[in-house]
């Protein structure tokens, strides 16, 4: 696609996905249409500013190989508790019966192969590099280093867009911690939040990723995308206080002023590593626990599809209709006609739109860990655009679990506050949705491959 193409096809999904979330407005009257357009133009300046502004981008791709760089020395651990993948040679009989029990011989790389590879990979180096992410996202916190970062931004976001003080710090937060996290920077304000700020604070949380989960994605795809998680997390910010201002607008008067709090997390250094240790751990446990349970219920599922398809007839009809990207019937094939539609409005090529639509489906069903797995498994059956805009548009957490997440977490911090969490739940959802492909448009727009 030409460079006018892709501007009017990202015209067209940001329009299109501000309209949904204006004809789910709970009070379309009250909608504030100059932060609206604020936000949007603040999103994309930042998108052309980072990924089009040599010398910003230059900056913003030191800070990406700095993360990538930290995230390299997580393999010190996991190479002393695990071992390290031997390179050009592989016990294979399991994998692909080419050898007896105990051979080793270079292999061709295959899909089984590869399979068994990030399996590997996953288990024991994408996991304990979250550990190890969250235990220095920790010190960063207890140094208080990460908060004068989020009071920058708040600060930026607050001037443009007119938010209130604690919603500018819960945006700006979700940038770089997770959802049940950000609220933590916002606890002395929680109790007294109104809804339309609870509304932001939630789609914020939905529409970003934690730093674990960046670790974990950069492992998946390789350290050529960290940039784009950055920015993705970082432009995504204002998206998602665009929807959640549509959806749910501000009628009461709120503080705009921009405080963060004192409070540290642990009484010294080493109580905030154990900390961050442990909250690691746990992070670690339930996503690999998530990803068994989950790929293991798409499979089974997908074992059903595929008889049901083959006794009806379907089967052929899938992979004709596909073009041969799907064999059969499954949740996949499924999941891309679907939402091949939103594809289409954020700008994928024709040839991609069912392939990206799966993606896209897989992370609003089950969650974006599961999409960047399957992202990277078939990026090389994708064009270079079609891999921009699912990189963008997969970043975030907006599936139905957050919503439990979130109702579990920022509730227990802030009893009072359970009924508007579960009063707004699905809304969320919706928005952080729409933010995330908010900013798979823009990116759309903005790049027509990835830079690397």
Known sequence: MDILTDIVRGLIG?????????????????????????????????ALLILKVDFIYDGFKLVSDGFVALLSYADAGAAFLFGTWPDGAWLVNEVNGAAPPGTKMPVAPDTKMEIFKLGYMFAFKVLPTIIFFAAFTSILYYLGILQKIIYVFAKGMSKVMRLSGAESLAAAANVFIGQTEAPLVIKPYLDKMTKSEIMCLMTGGMATIAGGIFALCVSLLGPEYALHFLTASIISAPAAIVAAKILYPETEEVDRSVTVPKERLGNNLLDAISIGTTDGVKLAVNVGAMLLVFISLVAFVNAILGWFGGFTGLNGVVNSFTDGRFATLNLESILGLIFSPIAWLLGTPSEDLILVGSLLGKKTAVNEVVGYVDLSIIKDQLSPKSIVIATYALCGFSNFSSIGIQIGGISAISPEQRPTLTELGIKALIGGTIACFLTASVAGMVLNEIIV
């Not at 309209?19 to 009257?29: D, F, G, M, P, T």
């Open 14 to 46: 940001i329009i299109s996905m501000l309209a949904i979330c204006y004809a789910l407005s709970a009070n379309r009257k009250a909608i504030d249409w100059k932060l609206v357009f604020s936000g949007i133009a603040l999103q994309i300046v930042l």
